[in-house]
T-cell receptor
Framework: QKEVEQDPGPLSVPEGAIVSLNCTYS??????FMWYRQYSRKGPELLMY????GNKEDGRFTAQVDKSSKYISLFIRDSQPSDSATYLC????????????FGTGTRLLVSP | GAVVSQHPSWVICKSGTSVKIECRSL??????MFWYRQFPKQSLMLMAT?????????EQGVEKDKFLINHASLTLSTLTVTSAHPEDSSFYIC?????????FGPGTRLTVT
């Protein structure tokens, strides 16, 4: 069993839709949870990160962490074609941004 | 955000040869750099962590004699794939940073024929 599971997609939605991206994990020691966006032939860029459980909002993006269920989510409101990319979840234990464990990434396609 | 570059972006080499990939932090000093490998439709897998001026720390299962990492300055780390074989063909990504952020390079696609 992988430490972090993520549906590879692709997930296709129309412009303006609310997108829900999810990851599950097996290691209860994970404390830091991140979401990265990766465009084709580019390196990942950090969208959001949260520490421990709870919600965090930044513009159109909301990250949720449910440690009891070992489940994290990223919601994108009013999705735009420019949001089309691969979204990777990542997490780490007590090391902050060091020794990140990534999911496989979900490919999102937002059509105009 | 900070910028990390990689060179080359794509390299093709013959089996048995060595290939060097450079990772540079362009506008900040990186005491720690990370090297990842990503196979198609798979996760980024951490290969090693390098700290400037010291030996790299390799993750379990990564051959340190095959993947040589040098972090000679605060802005440059190199990964050398020695005696490359077709199974080493992959996307190699570096990142730089530390406790509060990791900035990723654009990646290098290695194809070994």
């Amino acid at each position: 069993q992988k430490e972090v599971e993520q549906d590879p997609g692709p997930l296709s939605v129309p412009e303006g839709a609310i997108v829900s991206l999810n990851c599950t994990y097996s290691n209860s020691a994970f404390q830091y949870f991140m979401w990265y966006r990766q465009y084709s032939r580019k390196g990942p860029e950090l969208l959001m990160y949260t520490y421990s459980s709870g919600n965090k909002e930044d513009g159109r993006f909301t990250a949720q962490v449910d440690k009891s269920s070992k489940y994290i989510s990223l919601f994108i409101r009013d999705s735009q074609p420019s949001d089309s990319a691969t979204y990777l979840c990542a997490m780490s234990m007590n090391t902050g941004f060091q020794k990140l464990v990534f999911g496989t990434g979900t490919r999102l396609l937002v059509s105009p | 955000g900070a910028v990390v570059s990689q060179h080359p972006s794509w390299v093709i080499c013959k089996s048995g040869t060595s290939v060097k990939i450079e990772c540079r932090s362009l506008d900040f000093q990186a005491t720690t750099m990370f090297w990842y490998r990503q196979f198609p439709k798979q996760s980024l897998m951490l290969m090693a962590t390098s700290n400037e001026g010291s030996k790299a720390t390799y993750e379990q299962g990564v051959e340190k004699d095959k993947f040589l990492i040098n972090h000679a300055s605060l802005t440059l780390s190199t990964l050398t794939v020695t005696s490359a074989h077709p199974e080493d063909s992959s996307f190699y990504i570096c990142s730089a940073g530390g406790s509060y952020e990791q900035y990723f390079g654009p990646g290098t696609r290695l194809t070994v024929t």
